[in-house]
């Protein structure tokens, strides 16, 4: 028995398998990363939909390090990390997070800089 009949909509969950996810049947992404490159993200699936494989696929790769410094911590951590170092001045974190660990924040700010986005 088929619950959905066919009807269902796929989304990537996890950043750095986003377009896997699209060449399964995937419709888009629920994306931190967009938080902080949301052109980039858009224009990566954008890519693949239009039928450019190779870019989404190039574009995928090159955000691995951007994706696994915005998951060293616990979410949102990262996330509002990244965005203080881009002037968006997002606040502190309230308890019981805390600020990100240094040596974190160095490897975010290089992913963040590889990307031009700082």
């Known amino acids: 028995m088929n619950l959905c009949d066919g009807n269902i909509e796929l989304y990537s969950g996890n950043d750095d398998q ?3 996810i699209l060449s399964l049947g995937g419709l888009g992404v629920i994306s931190v990363v967009s ?3 949301p052109q980039f993200m858009h224009d990566m699936v954008t890519s693949y939909l239009e039928g450019d494989v190779k ?7 090159d955000s691995i390090p951007l994706c696994n410094a915005l998951f060293c911590e616990v979410n949102p951590i990262p996330v509002k990390a990244a ?3 881009m002037g968006k ?3 502190t974190l309230r308890a019981p997070l805390t600020e990100m ?6 490897i975010l700010r290089k992913a963040m800089a590889d990307m031009n986005l700082l």
Do not use: D, F, S, T
């Open 35 to 37: 938080n902080v490159a």
């Open 83 to 85: 965005l203080n170092m």
């Open 101 to 106: 660990e240094p040596q974190n924040q160095e």
């Open 18 to 20: 986003v377009v896997p």
């Open 55 to 61: 870019r989404a696929a190039k574009m995928q790769i």
């Open 89 to 91: 001045e997002v606040g």
